[in-house]
């Protein structure tokens, strides 16, 4: 196998034959073509190249004598370079001036398999099953919706269990803090606070230390799992258990965040797990016979979108909300069962949560939910509204408001972010130097900022309001609010503005802040919050939400978008009812606070028809559905006019490589086609090969698929990485035509595998003596192929011998006979909805003559390399022998891509345009390479 070197030097080889002579009478000729093409490693090798544009296949791998002999035709010569047809111009292909950018992560494979051992498996099923009521299609079913509902009851039962800890953590700290406060003891009572703070943060900072994949919200990375991206741990119960245990602490230490964001992730990352039976980190596998339906990426996704879902009704309460939002923020691909399964979920996940918070947190909020905005009602009596419908007017303005302030909040927290990958060194969602401790320091510096401003704040404020008596015509939810008053400082009777809103927890302030109504006449001393306590309030908050988002703690930014947003729309009430004096012309602070909420939320998220939902159903009052609507629409288009949300900015930031609902901007304006942007340095592997010929070509590169192609460069099928892997696993290796000296068979673990000569017995000897039209291969049966899903062996632990390397695998039934292609002038709009559409991992380009000549991926349909391809240089009349070549495994030819057909170029005189001509089709001749017609499997491993 040529190293990075050698493969270099022949380049440079290459210009300097170019210069002193012909190519075919220098000397050195020979030993480049065995270096470029990866075919020639002895001296018996030969290669004769005639005008550069063909070469004989006369050798499959080193070492070994040829599997199959072409017929000494034209039809066994490959095509290397095909001209073009007289007077027919080409255009090169743009991506030849384009360097690829770095690929991290891989694509899941959403794709149905189509190879003749999954079809086998599945046939033999219902082939066993014929004529049971009770088959194999009911049995899925059951299961399937057996394990759905368990992915709803388990997600409640882990968010009451995370609100009641979190409840217990909140009530003793502030408990604590008030009794030192009373006792006049300022200096022990700040540094008390500062130390419980720093602890319960370095808890949380901890969990992010053993599991990186567990910091933040993780919303961003469930919505990549769903759009087909696989990042590595984002899924696992190690991640899951960091979550849940890291956002107790990370909320109980009185940083500005919440639990939903974490929730949502905790619940995808339990629709995952549960559907697979087994964990390497528990050390558990049950039998795969009862989980072989969903040990899949496609049925993990849906799974993963169900407990997505599940995640925001344990949030909110909002089961409808929840299937909404895994609809419109995650889910790429959706299907109305799909539809029915998260419905169903969020309904048990509800049931759940009425019994959980029943039991468990009755005794520490009356609302008994994990994030509850209280009781709204209809002031002056059922039937009217809260608001006159003039307003909506107003409620908008207040959503451009909120819209502007979102797109502040994603642009300043972008830049910061920009700045702590620069110092900290590192991009991504998931990286080892996440562990870094500088990280861990700026947790610990923000949590101290933090607790130092929510106390300073009530301690700088030093006017006290009396506290309203309590009287039976007080509804228990203004009890409640009245007894949650932080009175801080001030005299028995008496309580504190600032406190109320900052030394407190979120959940409070924000219910303060929804339904403590305005008293008075309209003096600024009758009024629950005055204007100014709740500018300051919203000005250090929001600041440092700004920082806390992208922490190294579990951290959601639900929580504080709608504390912002509550104290922006309150202080707007207030404002206006000073200036009307109260008089009734606008609608109650309470209603301003919502609006406020939902603008500023739908600024930082751009969410509009989930959060609509999600809004109403945690409000409870129907009549609110206008004002939301109005407000959300008109914050997601003026935030949309400034910058991106906040979930696709860090996306972006972490180059993550998402497939937007919207094809880029590039593919409309620019006159883009496949095979302008299409990977061309694919390597393809054929249906019969050499042992040591596939693992050469597959363990030198991380590609996840491999075209399938015979000699003649026609497209057979796709077969992916970690089929091949476990078919060196298992050691499927067996003996073919033209074989005269049988390598000694190979065996792996005798309790896993059967030896050659126990599949075959005589006939292994017969080959010996004669020569075979038959190959000899053991075949993998799909349950041995899918066991180890979804962490297979990798190719590099199974090499094989050097006797092991003679001898011959047969990939047929593996392949995916059918895969999706599209035309090489396929235009790129129409292949991003395609690839999109269909969830796929790679797409194949082929020819008029099916032939592959590139392959799509997810990279070359980013925006950025769309870019980069569309501004490239092009020009208009090539020559075939600059066109990018197609790299294939060293038991194949290479073979040169053809140029684009069919393509309406400009007549140029000088630089002037003077007309147009249709580029013509130049098509070679077909040819025809003969492979062995059966496989002898014998028995099956």
């Not at 923020?329 to 979920?345: I, M, V």
């Not at 909506?392 to 207040?398: K, Q, R």
């Not at 500023?600 to 751009?606: Q, T």
């Not at 396929?826 to 559409?837: C, I, M, P, Q």
């Amino acid at each position: 196998q040529p190293t990075k070197a050698s493969v270099l030097q022949t380049h440079c080889c290459t210009l300097v034959f170019a210069l002193i002579g012909p190519w075919d009478h220098h000397p050195w000729s020979r030993l480049y073509t065995s270096t470029r093409c990866e075919l020639f490693t002895s001296e018996n090798s030969t290669q004769k190249m005639k005008g550069s544009d063909r070469f004989d296949a006369t050798s499959i791998n080193s070492g070994s004598e040829r599997l199959i002999d072409p017929d000494d035709d034209d039809d066994a010569i490959l095509t290397f370079n095909t001209p073009p047809v007289s007077g027919a111009p080409r255009r090169r292909s743009r991506y030849s001036e384009v360097r690829e950018g770095s690929k991290k992560y891989q694509s899941l494979g959403y794709e149905e398999d189509e190879s003749e051992v999954w079809r086998y498996f599945e046939a033999e099923r219902w082939r066993k099953d014929k004529g049971a009521w009770f088959g194999v299609r009911r049995r899925r079913s059951c299961k399937r919706w057996f394990l759905v509902g368990m992915t709803g009851l388990i997600i409640a039962v882990l968010g009451v269990l995370a609100t009641w800890a979190a409840n217990i953590i909140t009530h003793w700290k502030f408990k604590s803090i008030g009794h030192l406060l009373q006792q006049d003891y300022i200096v022990a009572a700040y540094f008390s606070f500062l130390a419980i703070n720093l602890v319960l943060v370095s808890v949380a900072a901890a969990c992010v230390m053993v599991e990186p994949a567990a910091a933040g919200s993780g919303i961003p990375e469930v919505k990549c799992f769903l759009n087909g991206i696989n990042l590595p741990r984002v899924m696992r119960i190690k991640t899951l258990a960091a979550k849940l245990f890291g956002v107790v602490f990370s909320v109980s230490s009185g940083l500005p965040c919440g639990k939903e964001g974490p929730m949502i992730h905790s619940g995808a990352c339990v629709g995952a797990g549960i559907t697979q039976g087994k964990s390497d980190q528990l050390g558990y596998d049950l039998s795969f016979s009862m989980f072989q339906d969903f040990r899949n990426d496609r049925e993990k996704r849906d799974f993963v979108a169900c407990g997505a879902a599940a995640g925001v009704c344990t949030a909110f309460h909002a089961p409808i909300g929840g299937v909404l939002f895994a609809l419109e923020e995650g889910a790429t691909h959706w299907s109305a069962d799909l539809t029915w399964r998260t419905f169903f979920c969020t309904m048990v996940t509800l049931f759940t949560l009425y019994v959980g918070n029943t039991v468990v947190l009755a005794n520490f909020d009356s609302h008994g939910n994990m994030f509850s905005f209280g009781k709204f009602s209809s002031i002056s009596g059922e039937g009217t509204l809260n608001y006159n419908v003039w307003e909506l007017v107003m409620f908008g303005l207040i959503g451009i408001v909120g819209g502007v302030v979102g797109a502040l909040f994603n642009t300043l927290n972008k830049r910061l972010t920009i700045r702590r990958q620069k110092y900290f060194g590192f991009s991504g969602t998931v990286s080892a130097k996440s562990r870094s401790f500088k990280k861990y320091a700026e947790v610990l510096i923000v949590c101290a900022v933090m607790s130092t401003m929510s106390f300073c704040l009530p301690l700088a404020w030093k006017e006290c309001r009396p506290i309203p008596a309590l009287t039976s015509a007080n509804h228990t939810q203004d009890q409640l609010l009245i007894e949650n008053l932080v009175r801080f400082r001030c005299d028995e009777g008496e309580w504190n503005e600032m406190a109320s809103l900052s030394f407190t927890s979120s959940d409070t302030a924000i219910r303060h802040l929804f339904h403590f109504r305005e008293v008075g006449s309209g003096t600024d001393e009758e009024t629950t919050f005055s204007p100014m306590v709740l500018f300051y309030f919203f000005i250090c908050y929001f600041s440092m939400a700004i920082v806390t988002y992208g922490l190294a703690v579990p951290s959601g930014l639900f929580v504080p978008a709608l504390l912002s947003g509550a104290a922006m729309g309150r202080m707007i009430a207030s404002l206006l009812h000073t200036a009307d004096n109260y008089s009734g012309t606008f609608a109650d602070a309470g209603t301003y606070a919502l609006v406020g909420a939902v603008a500023v939320l739908g600024g930082v998220a751009r969410m509009t028809i989930s959060l609509t939902v999600i809004m109403l159903e945690a409000t409870g009052d129907m009549q609110y559905v206008l004002p939301l609507m109005v407000t959300l629409l008109m914050s997601r288009w003026s935030g949309n006019a400034i910058c991106e949300g906040i979930y696709d900015m860090h996306i972006n930031l972490n180059n993550l490589p998402i497939l937007e609902n919207d094809p880029p901007e590039t593919s409309r304006t620019h006159d883009l086609c496949a095979r302008e942007i299409m990977s061309s340095n694919v390597v393809a592997v054929e249906p019969v090969m050499t042992v040591g010929a596939l693992y050469d070509a597959v363990s030198t590169n991380t590609h996840a698929c491999f075209p399938v192609m015979r000699i003649n460069g026609v497209l057979q099928g796709l077969i992916l990485r970690k089929r091949i892997a476990m078919i060196f696993a298992h050691k499927a290796f067996g003996i073919g035509p033209n074989v005269r000296q049988t390598p000694r068979p190979t065996t792996g673990d005798s309790d896993r595998y059967r030896s050659l000569s126990e599949s075959y017995g005589d006939a292994i000897r017969t080959l010996e003596t004669q020569q075979s039209t038959e190959l000899l291969s053991p075949l993998v049966t799909w349950e041995l192929l899918e066991k180890p899903y979804p962490r297979f062996p990798d190719m590099m632990d199974n090499p094989p011998d050097d006797e092991e390397r003679q001898m011959i695998v047969d990939l047929r039934p593996y392949v995916n006979m059918s895969p999706y292609t599209i035309p090489e002038s396929t235009s790129v709009l129409r292949a991003y909805k395609f690839f999109r559409l269909n969830a796929l991992r790679q797409l194949c380009v082929v020819d008029s003559d099916n032939k592959c000549i590139g392959v799509l991926t997810r990279y070359d349909l980013l925006q950025s390399k769309l870019n980069k391809v569309a501004s490239a240089e092009t020009d208009w009349a090539v020559q075939p022998d600059e066109l990018p070549d197609i790299q294939t495994s060293a038991s194949g030819n290479p073979r040169a891509s053809r140029p684009r057909q069919r393509r309406i170029v400009p007549v140029k005189d000088g630089e002037n345009v003077v007309g147009y001509k249709f580029a013509g089709d130049g098509r070679p001749r077909p040819m025809v390479v003969e492979l062995p017609q059966s496989t002898g499997l014998g028995e099956m491993v």
